[in-house]
């Protein structure tokens, strides 16, 4: 009995010890050098994000005759590949440096997922009720207040299998975005920037 009991907390023991061996550590994501993956990681859509948005700057796509900003807004970004791709993540970080570039402002007014800001609708519906005569008349918005966009970004995330040889596969994933004009339905600039990914067959993209 006393030989099982020692068996039984020796093991109990190294179970713990290898539990407390594993090592949970801080990512330096401005310059994480940790193996790649892969499916597709935070590294992937900033690289993606960047490089788009520098080549719409770079192409003056975005320069207004006359000076001053354009207000843009993003419609849709497809996620056609195998995974469950929040796309949220590319066109924040997209609209995050399209607005540091000082050349666009966006509009929460209109808009795929994530807009509009439902209280700029809510505050206009209180406006017009009779909530709305508690609030001091000109704090609330007025009616034809809203801006509209001139500019709207879309595209889709597609990934593409390939195998490389008997061991290893190929994985390429097509970043795609254009900028289309509102009023006249003209693309004003498109590109496609493409990660590509090679290992072992065993690993899995999704």
Request: hydrophobic share 35%; net charge negative.
């Amino acid at each position: 009995m006393k030989t099982t009991t020692s068996v039984i907390i020796t093991l109990a023991g190294l179970l713990i010890a290898g539990c407390g061996s594993s090592e949970t550590v801080n990512i330096d994501v401005m310059n994480d050098e940790g193996k790649a993956v892969m499916g597709l990681d935070y590294r992937d859509f900033n690289q993606a994000a960047s490089e788009m948005v520098q080549s719409m700057i770079s192409s003056g796509a975005l320069k207004k005759s006359g000076g001053g900003r354009y207000v843009m807004t993003t419609a849709r970004v497809t996620n056609d590949t195998m995974q469950r791709i929040d796309t949220d993540q590319l066109t924040a970080k997209i609209e995050q440096e399209l607005m540091n570039s000082g050349q666009v402002v966006m509009t929460a007014a209109v808009g795929g997922k994530g807009a509009p800001d439902e209280m700029i609708y809510e505050m206009r519906d209180i406006r017009d009720s009779a909530t709305g005569d508690e609030f001091q008349q000109e704090t609330l918005a007025g009616k034809r207040t809203l801006v509209a966009p001139e500019l709207s970004t879309s595209g889709a995330i597609q990934q593409r299998n390939v195998r490389y040889d008997n061991n290893r596969q190929q994985v390429e994933y097509y970043f795609r975005l254009r900028v289309t004009d509102l009023t006249t339905g003209l693309v004003f600039w498109q590109n496609e920037t493409i990660i590509g990914k090679r290992g072992s067959n065993k690993s899995v993209s999704w």
